[in-house]
């Protein structure tokens, strides 16, 4: 059994910043990439930053320039830091996490439960 806990999400400014955070736990033999997805009303899911264990990162394009992604392998732990926030930017974010639970199995992805994040301007 794997979990994927978030927090970190609320109500900010327009301009404002959030700290998003995502751990995981559980049978967890190795996390190929950590992500972050968000989804506002009818609207899709979508990838907003990626990345590896090796350290490739990968951004949305309205992303780039102001959010982070970064991680902590110890922890199995990712992180999210989106600075100059946009009403648009207002979605229910989601922690993606792909990984094996048995050396040599297949990947599967997991998915945390969201949190919401509201930028008002």
């Known amino acids: 059994q794997v979990q994927l806990v978030e927090s970190g999400g609320g109500l900010v400014q327009a301009g404002g910043s959030l700290r998003l955070s995502c751990a995981a736990s559980?049978?967890?033999?190795?996390?190929?990439?950590m992500g972050w997805y968000r989804q506002a009303p009818g609207n899709k899911r979508e990838l907003v930053a990626l990345?590896?264990?090796?350290?490739?990162?990968n951004y949305e394009d309205s992303a780039k320039g102001r959010f982070t992604i970064s991680r902590d392998g110890a922890k199995n732990t990712v992180y999210l830091q989106m600075n100059s926030l946009r009403p648009e930017d207002t979605a229910v974010y989601y922690c993606?996490?792909?990984?094996?639970?048995?050396?040599?199995?297949?990947?599967?992805?997991?998915w945390g439960q969201g949190t919401q994040v509201a930028v008002s301007s």
């Open positions: 993606n996490a792909v990984l094996r639970t048995v050396p040599r199995g297949p990947t599967v992805p997991y």
């Open positions: 559980g049978s967890i033999f190795s996390i190929d990439s």
């Open positions: 990345i590896t264990s090796g350290g490739s990162t």
